[in-house]
């Protein structure tokens, strides 16, 4: 049998071409498709890698954030600031501050990763929740007084001396074990307990207030004996008071919080008390940055100003020195006097409702108290 010389021979030059362009386009599809795999996994290790940074950072901001907690939980709100190398190219920061918000930043940085956390803080009470509470002298009331809620007396001997009853929906706390004569007390809820143990008096600081740096708010400054009548006030009003002055609000609107700076130590009262002299103030206390603060004069002795008058109303939180003889005063939230109520004028009622809770970032910090925080989110 013949054989073809060409079958003998093996493929043709052409077909020969055409296997090598075969191979050659799969080894081409081959090699792009192993390259877009490695990028492939470059860029996912690199984004797993970024996310990781990102992460470290968020938990370092969060850190942060209770970090600064703690801080202001032992020493107060104040603008100050600190930061921490937790790790190589970990750090991180945290500020804490008064008078702008949030009240409190934190930054965590990972290896170039940078990841902001804001948040405010609010000083949760750990006493009971009272409407109304003095921390010395003998209250002296000679109209009456209505409490709607919970009383505290922290004078040891002699807390009370009322021409008129106190007039109770709540419990009266006293440190005194002397029992009060039945006329000078009247519960429509709750009893006298005798003998609890001493409240400390919050600590105080008027210094945050005394610059207009910083604060968001609207912010005004008085100096020396003032009035204010028929005007409107919003936001932060500071008024610098001397021994013996005075500011008066007559037919005064109140959208805010208003500072009667500390000027020397309790153990110089002798120079003169200072005073607040009201007729006709309507109050709604506190700002965006100062919570529901109405009040903030610790120096102070809050009284009348003049015959006439209707009324006094307030909301949020007080902290004076002293009450004498102001006409009414009514309010709503929690106030807290350093001495007594040394007179009165006219009928006066204190009402803290169940879900009042006292929101003081600045200015008061409450005796074992606790931080509240309250996450604003990424910043």
Partial sequence: MRTCPEAAAGPR??????ILLVVLIL?????????ALISTAEVSLRAEANADELDRAERGARSGIEWGAAAAKAYGIVPFGNSVVLDTGVEVRRQTRAASGPRLVGTGVSNGASVTVGANLQALETTRPYAFLSFGGTSKPSDSITVNGLT?????????????????????????TTTLPASQV????GVDNYGVGAIAMP???????????????PYTAYSGTTTLKDVTLNGLVVVTLAAGQKLRLENVVFNGTLVVPWL?????????????????LTMVGGTAETGNLAILAPGCAVTKAGPGGTSTTVSGVCFVRELDGSKSWNQTGKMLVRLAVASTGGAW?????????PDVPVGIQWSGSQMAIRWLGRQ
Avoid: C
């Fill in 13 to 18: 030059a052409g077909e020969r071409g055409a």
């Fill in 27 to 35: 080894s081409v599809t081959i090699s792009l498709l192993s390259m």
């Fill in 152 to 176: 505290y007396l922290g004078e040891p001997n002699t807390p009370l001396q009322a021409t008129k009853p106190l007039l109770l929906s709540g419990d009266l706390d006293l440190v005194s």
């Fill in 186 to 189: 009247t519960h429509s809820a």
């Fill in 203 to 217: 600590a105080w600081d008027t210094s945050a207030f005394t610059t207009a740096a910083n604060w968001k708010v």
């Fill in 264 to 280: 020397y130590p309790p153990v110089l009262d002798f120079l003169g008390t200072p005073t607040i002299e009201v007729k006709d």
């Fill in 349 to 357: 009622s204190f009402t803290r409702p169940a879900d009042f809770v």
